[in-house]
């Protein structure tokens, strides 16, 4: 399974983007799925999560309010809504899916079928 992320663009502080993200092989309904971004001179970091089910998400603090994770198993798909975007949000954003247990869905090297990533850019 490799992942495709897509939605990214340039976009004005306080603006929306929605970014998707489908896998190219099986379908992913088994997996909890995360999201990642990575923005330029800095680590990748953790984003959001959601459970296979979709009933548990789980966000970092920095978009906790703002973004929101959610998922469509029978359209193989996941996505991450993102408002009131702000420069620092500026990154690739990539999801993946995670094959550890709960208490390790936001480590990134529990996370695996990384796709290419999309950019999003904010100006200020």
């Known amino acids: 399974v490799q992942l495709q992320a897509s939605g990214g663009g340039l976009v004005q502080a306080g603006d929306s983007l929605r970014l998707s993200c489908t896998p190219s092989?099986?379908?992913?309904?088994?997996?909890?799925m995360g999201w990642f971004r990575q923005a330029p001179g800095k680590e990748r970091e953790f984003v959001a999560a959601?459970?296979?089910?979709?009933?548990?998400?789980y966000y970092a603090d920095s978009v906790k309010g703002r973004f929101t994770i959610a998922r469509d198993n029978a359209k193989n798909t996941v996505y991450l809504q993102m408002n009131s975007l702000r420069p620092d949000d500026t990154a690739i954003y990539y999801c993946?899916?995670?094959?550890?247990?709960?208490?390790?869905?936001?480590?990134?090297?529990?996370?695996?079928?990384w796709g290419q990533g999309t950019l999003v850019t904010v100006s200020s």
């Open positions: 092989g099986r379908i992913f309904a088994n997996y909890d």
């Open positions: 959601i459970r296979r089910s979709g009933g548990y998400t």
């Open positions: 993946a899916t995670h094959r550890g247990i709960l208490s390790t869905i936001r480590e990134e090297a529990l996370y695996d079928n």
